[in-house]
């Protein structure tokens, strides 16, 4: 139907001027020639379906052709045969492309300034920590201690969710040793678990895998940060690997109050907070997972979690066996 649609004009005039003979034939010959009008129209006739046979064929294999172009992910009005305004087609693709552009080198330097922010916070918040050591009521540094460490992580987070969104997303994938990635996990997280009283369970010795050991402990921080937020009492988290055959598999289990069936399989998605708003307790952004979530599929991980509400959540990061970075130690 799009054919006709595309063609109507076309083969209409055809039809109308065949009318328009055909009338002047009749007004001019009158009856008695009438065998040959019919034959010329015959001829006319089948000289038209012949044609439009032939086009019809010609722009159905255009449309197929269109199709596929249009399954994939680059621009293709410069690939299609007899593009109508192609010129000016080309003409709007370089001036979003242009647009999009400076949109970029604007987002671009805005990450580098927050970055350099970044690290000029910590310069006084080195300071703040200093002080803090001087304090003599326990109960005030304590406190302080407290506030400064939030502070310290939220920084660190910001920063490498600066490198995360960054074009050049660095990447140093090598043999890692799973515990050596958990004990720095735990240490950038001990004020929080000793404040809480958390019992810590590892079995994770001897396990190694290709990452990047960075951004490992960033997720591993973000995981064990969620557990303290969701501890109760008497909080316990467990964090164990399984070797099978074709992957490593790292597991974080807490025994917290759990997701609900109804929110588990959106957690790791963009600002997603939760149907149960954590009671009140603490205010969440929703961005802590979704970064996970990011971080993960840019190593080329997976990361799964269930959870039963009430008792407990537990994460679950796959490690394929990389036969390419093993291929590369060997050389």
Sequence with gaps: MSFFRRKWK????????MGLFNFFFIFLMGQKELKYLYYLDFLLTL???????????KDKKVQIYKEELMRGDSTICHLLPDF??????????????????????????????????????????????????????RKIRKG???????????????????????????????????????????KNNQFFLIQKRVEIKLDVA????????????????????????YAEQDPVIHIWAQQEEQETRLFVEDSGEGIKSSDIRRIF???????????????????????????????????QAESEYGSYTRFCIIFKNN?????LQKL
């Design 10 to 17: 076309y083969y209409g005039l055809c039809l109308a001027v």
């Design 47 to 57: 000289a038209v379906l012949l044609f439009w046979g032939f086009d019809f064929y």
């Design 84 to 137: 109508d305004n192609k010129d000016v087609a080309e003409h709007d693709m370089q001036v979003l492309t242009a647009e999009l552009q400076e949109k970029f080198q604007e987002n671009c330097e805005l990450q580098d300034h927050v970055a350099r922010w970044c690290h000029e916070f910590k310069i006084p918040l080195a300071a703040c920590f200093l002080m803090e050591e001087k304090i003599a009521d």
């Design 144 to 186: 302080m201690r407290e506030q400064l460490e939030k502070m310290n992580q939220q920084i660190n987070a910001m920063m490498l969710g600066c490198r995360l969104q960054s074009p050049v997303f660095d990447l140093q994938v090598k043999k890692t040793s799973l515990m050596e990635c958990v004990r720095t996990s735990i």
């Design 206 to 229: 001897g396990f190694f895998v290709y990452t990047d050991p960075s951004w490992l402990v960033y997720v591993l921080d973000q995981l064990i940060n969620n557990a303290l937020k």
């Design 269 to 303: 998605e963009k600002g997603f907070t939760g149907s149960n708003r954590h009671n009140g307790k603490y205010k969440s952004t929703g961005m802590g997972l979704y970064m996970v979530s990011k971080i993960i599929g840019r190593l080329g991980h997976e990361i």
């Design 323 to 327: 036969d390419y970075y093993l291929t």
